[in-house]
């Protein structure tokens, strides 16, 4: 049923009251949810004096926002306070379980609540991102005359995700993920709370098991309730009071890493992975590749990751590289995992260790883009194959050298096409193999001189 915002009894998209919060029943990361401005803990920047959303929040003029941020980081939390500190109305609607439909009759019913009783509609969605275009363009006319106030949440970057006209008629507030200091102080509240939280229990949380639960919470405030709530059933079942690292290791058993295969997150890892060889940094690179593969990624995506790479910034400055790498892989597919990982974490030391060079990366760019922009230049006739008597009388191969019929293997040949004569896109540096490269080079363009003078 579509909610409406005029029912007599308690109409849709209001908080719930402060006893079903208070409930024990409740889950305690609800029971703890903040309600006041001053509660939220972290995003001083937005949030703390001087920050935009409280200036906004001053001055009466919250505009349409949309939360970017990571599960737990406080943007259902944060768009909920807004809504009271501004006196709107809130109206929670999920992009999940929501249609076109939908959409337009909240939009009708905010449209008359405004006209009715002055009062503005804050729409919060979740999962903004799930919605489609169309859908999206719906809150565009209610966005742009007032009538409601979106606060879209997304974990999603909303550069992809959102629409380019919706997004131009809301704010950005990036929400980073809650700093251990931040978590730890949430996990004391909850301990203390005896209304809202587990202070009548009496219990204990040691100070090596609240660094435990603050590390296995990665910034999650609702992971690190959670845990909190399932460590203190776990000691008051067993009678006591004192909350170890040893229980809490237990009930989580496994480190829940943040981590989206098909989202953001995804591409940071590797992309920390990628940024971490390239500075020929072993550690970091190991940790990035251990934390792509403990979070599920699939190795041999990371394997095909370390192939472009020996290529694109090791190149010929090792040449063995892409054979390591090669190597690596073959060995995860005959291995599996765990027992094949090791090898893909002997290739991310290799390639780390490697000497570095973009210059074949370069000269295949560079080549491309003459390839692209330019014409399609014929091919030399000297170089052209002649196996009839007509491509012969046509040229064809007039000219041509046989290499090994001649010093030192070079005849000086015009191989590139005559607009492109003398164009160089290979340059090597002089790091690792390539510096034998460069000598190399620089002997054979003057074999080639040379022989060219000869001619």
Not at 301 to 317: H, I, K, P, Q
Request: glycine share 8%; with cysteine.
């Amino acid at each position: 049923m579509v909610p409406t915002l005029f029912d007599d009894q308690l109409p849709a998209g209001d908080e719930p009251s402060a006893g079903a919060r208070d409930d024990p029943t409740t889950p305690l990361a609800e029971r703890m949810r903040p309600r006041r401005l001053d509660e939220i803990v972290g995003h001083r920047e937005v949030l703390g004096e001087g920050g935009f959303l409280r200036r906004a929040i001053a001055e009466d003029r919250l505009p349409s926002l949309v939360l970017w941020g990571p599960p737990g980081s406080g943007k259902t939390t944060l768009a909920r306070v807004l809504a009271r500190a501004t006196a709107c109305r809130f109206v929670p609607f999920s992009a999940v379980t929501s249609g076109i439909k939908e959409v337009k009759q909240v939009m009708a019913d905010a449209e008359r609540l405004r006209r009715a009783q002055g009062r503005r509609t804050l729409l919060f969605v979740d999962e903004i991102h799930r919605f489609n275009r169309a859908q999206q363009d719906a809150f565009l006319p209610y966005v742009e005359r007032g009538d409601i106030v979106l606060v879209g949440a997304t974990t999603e970057n909303p550069s992809f995700e959102v629409n380019a006209a919706l997004l131009s008629r809301c704010r950005v507030v990036v929400l980073e993920p809650l700093g251990a200091g931040d978590l730890a102080l949430i996990l004391d509240r909850a301990l203390a709370d005896r209304q809202r939280g587990l202070g009548e229990l009496g219990l204990e949380l040691a100070g090596d098991a609240r660094d435990q639960i603050v590390q296995l919470a990665s910034g999650d405030a609702r992971r690190a309730l959670n845990l909190l709530e399932l460590a203190a059933g776990e000691a008051g079942a067993g009678g006591g009071t004192l909350i170890t690292a040893e229980l809490v290791t237990r009930i989580a058993q496994r480190k829940v890493l943040l981590y989206d295969k098909a989202g953001e997150e995804h591409f940071n890892l590797i992309s920390a992975l990628h940024k971490s060889l390239r500075e020929s940094d072993p550690d970091a690179a190991l940790y990035w590749l251990v934390r792509m593969l403990e979070a599920g990624e699939d190795p041999r995506y990371v394997a095909r990751r370390m192939v472009r790479f020996a290529s694109e910034d090791v190149g010929l400055a090792d040449p063995r590289a892409v054979e390591q790498v090669l190597a690596a892989w073959d060995a995860y597919a005959r291995l599996g995992s765990p027992e094949g990982e090791l090898a893909l974490a002997q290739a991310v030391i290799y390639l780390a260790l490697a000497p570095k060079s973009n210059a074949v990366y370069r000269a295949y760019k560079e080549a491309r883009r003459a390839v692209r922009e330019r014409p399609a230049e014929p091919v030399p006739k000297a170089i052209r194959n002649a196996p009839t008597r007509l491509m012969k009388e046509a040229g064809y191969g007039d000219g041509y050298v046989y290499a090994h019929d001649v010093e030192d293997a070079v005849a000086g040949l015009d191989c590139l096409p005559e607009a492109l004569a003398g164009t160089t896109f290979y340059q090597p540096t002089d790091r690792g193999h390539e510096a034998r490269i460069r000598r190399r080079l620089a002997e054979l363009r003057e074999l080639r001189r040379r022989a060219r003078r000869r001619r």
